[in-house]
């Protein structure tokens, strides 16, 4: 589907949620120094086209004004004429959308992830087992254990991108970049923020973790 056939209907919706999610993600002081990026598929997947919203490059996320958001296509380009910047990450929002078909890609920096990316950065993923809230990725199993890859974090974001493929895992919804931040995603923007919520304490159980057992892995 083109993406003038998507409805302004469709389009007004997925611009307001975004915009309500990043205001959320703001009172949680997760996008400090304007960093981080969101966005939100509309029309459907199809992984020959498909289109998404997302945040402008380098915009204060705690504000709302009628400039933090651009459509762009399924290699990051912006689709109407605007003197809007996508995010300088967007190739990287890009390469989930293809790999997964998923409705929506958060990524933020906080403390917690950045501590804990940097400590399994050398093992290239942080192993996660036996907490109640591995159920958030629809993970059901008893004492499951997830594997949250942990990417470096070159500062060319194409050698970045072509990283994501070899290390994406279907079952797990989030990839961290060293010493920098997380992306996670979902079906929808609901998913995608249950996601992110799940992996920010999860990882803030695991730095505690650490602590208590004295810093040994
Ligand atoms: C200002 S530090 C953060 C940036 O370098 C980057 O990592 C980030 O998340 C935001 O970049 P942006 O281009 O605004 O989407
Ligand atoms: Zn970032």
């Known amino acids: 589907m083109g993406f003038e056939k998507i409805t302004l209907e469709h389009k007004r919706q997925v611009l307001e949620e975004l915009a309500d999610i990043k205001a959320l993600f703001a009172s949680r002081n997760?996008?400090?120094?304007?960093?981080g990026n969101l966005s939100?598929?509309?029309?459907?997947?199809?992984?020959?086209?498909?289109y998404f919203a997302v945040?402008?490059?380098?915009?204060?996320?705690?504000?709302?004004?009628?400039?933090?958001?651009l459509f762009v296509d399924k290699h990051g380009k912006a689709i109407e004429t605007t003197t809007l910047?996508?995010?300088?990450?967007?190739?990287?929002?890009?390469?989930?959308?293809?790999?997964?078909?998923?409705g929506a890609v958060f990524h933020v920096h906080t403390v917690f992830n950045n501590l804990i990316s940097e400590f399994f950065g050398p093992e290239g993923h942080v192993p996660i087992q036996g907490i109640e809230l591995i159920k958030a990725f629809n993970i059901w199993e008893e004492n499951a254990e997830i594997r949250v890859p942990v990417l470096p974090n070159f500062a060319d974001i194409p050698s970045i991108a072509e990283l994501v493929p070899g290390v994406l895992d279907p079952k797990v919804p989030g990839i961290l970049l060293r010493n920098h931040g997380i992306y996670a995603w979902g079906k929808?923007?609901?998913?995608?923020?249950?996601?992110?919520?799940?992996?920010?304490?999860?990882?803030?159980?695991?730095?505690?973790?650490?602590?208590?057992?004295?810093?040994?892995?």
């Open 30 to 35: 997760w996008f400090p120094g304007t960093s």
């Open 40 to 50: 939100m598929r509309v029309g459907e997947f199809d992984p020959e086209q498909f």
């Open 55 to 69: 945040t402008a490059s380098g915009k204060d996320k705690s504000l709302r004004t009628p400039e933090d958001f």
């Open 85 to 102: 910047k996508p995010s300088a990450e967007t190739l990287i929002h890009c390469e989930i959308y293809r790999l997964t078909g998923c």
């Open 188 to 217: 929808d923007a609901f998913e995608a923020k249950r996601h992110l919520e799940a992996f920010e304490f999860l990882f803030e159980v695991m730095y505690r973790q650490l602590l208590l057992k004295g810093n040994s892995k």
